[in-house]
């Protein structure tokens, strides 16, 4: 039996699997990144937080802990109920399409850990940012944490193989047509399962472009999560400061 879906971020989020591959990963990391973020943005404590595409919440669960008031939002409703544990008076989760407005207004809005350009209509990339500056109070701020693509173009690991619960994923990489895709193959309880996320292939330029579309200011770039500048060929990461 197969299982086969290309709707990743609506049917792969939403799996127990998904969560047993990305189950090791770094949340000290994540603790850092935010800890080293607040510092240097110096958000008064008790500012109102978007998270957007939140995922299981260990970003905005960080956050809340620094004293910040936050949302987090998430199209997966598997994540928000294991994030929804977490709630608290100034921590609230909810299921929400990132490309639509929330409604409300924030002092920041984080998209983090490449958690951006998922959709096969690329209008809809404009739509997450137009959702973004809709949601800013007016001095409010944003973050996008996104990958270097090119420096990811010259170190891909193509193929790999973990294990994990006993599960074997096969993992295979590449990126064409504008997407970095991911393939997900495993075998579980006598099943076959095949799975795929992709992101777009955006790099600093295919940002700007659509910053300029979205009438967003970018007022600082990184190239990774100890904020160090951004350099094209060796930084692994994208992080934008924006308002």
């Known amino acids: ?83 929804s544990k977490y709630e608290s008076e100034n921590l609230k989760f909810k299921i929400h399409d990132m490309r639509k407005p929330l409604g409300q207004k924030f002092d920041l809005v984080v998209n983090l850990f490449t958690s951006f350009g998922y959709f096969d209509d690329f209008k809809d990339n404009l739509k997450t940012l137009d959702s973004i500056k809709s949601s800013l109070k007016k001095n409010g701020l944003a973050v996008i944490d996104f990958l270097n693509i090119k420096y990811l173009k010259n170190n891909l690991i193509h193929k790999n193989t973990e294990e994990i619960d006993g599960i074997k994923f096969h993992l295979n990489r590449s990126i064409k047509n504008g997407f970095l895709t991911k393939k997900i193959s495993f075998k579980h309880e006598l099943n076959e399962y095949n799975f795929e996320e992709k992101v777009r292939s955006l790099d600093l330029y295919d940002f700007k472009s659509m910053f300029k579309q979205s009438n967003i200011k970018i007022l600082h770039i990184f190239g990774d999560y100890k904020l160090t500048s951004f350099d094209e060929n060796k930084s692994k990461r994208l992080i934008f400061i924006l308002k």
């Open 1 to 83: 039996m197969s299982k086969n879906n290309n709707n990743f971020y609506k049917s792969w989020f939403d799996t127990p699997y998904y969560h047993i591959l990305y189950k090791n990963r770094d949340y000290k990391e994540a603790e850092m990144f935010t800890k080293e973020l607040m510092e240097f943005i110096k958000l008064p404590l008790n500012s109102k937080v978007l998270d957007l595409a939140c995922g299981m919440g260990r970003h905005s669960i960080n956050l809340n802990k620094m004293g910040y008031n936050v949302t987090g939002v998430d199209l997966s409703v598997k994540s928000i109920k294991n994030a």
